[in-house]
């Protein structure tokens, strides 16, 4: 979450809309991976699923730690964070591997 703003809901909305640009760019390398076939492809498909199940234990740990903290919002923006850092992570090896 964004510290400064007035709503912080804001800040949230601008975190969720970058999350689901830099998500499309991590679609489109994957489909591009998974499409050209062999076993680069197949390494991607198992690890996006693997990645995927532990993204989302990981945030339930999170949630039920308390480490999300306690408004709503903040909890929020905590969550978008935790999926962003992995999208990004993934749109930065991904494009190693393009070029």
Do not use: C
Request: overall charge positive; charged content about 25%.
């Amino acid at each position: 979450m964004r510290k400064g703003r007035l709503d912080p809901w804001l800040g949230v909305g601008f975190d969720v809309w970058t999350l689901g640009v830099e998500a499309s760019g991590v679609i489109g390398l994957r489909a591009l991976k998974l499409a050209a076939g062999g076993a680069a492809a197949e390494a991607e498909a198992f690890r996006m699923v693997e990645e995927k199940i532990a993204a989302g234990f990981d945030l339930q740990v999170k949630a039920m730690s308390g480490a999300l903290g306690y408004s709503p919002a903040g909890a929020a923006a905590k969550a978008v964070g935790h999926y962003r850092r992995r999208v990004r992570s993934n749109l930065r090896r991904l494009r190693k591997g393009a070029g």
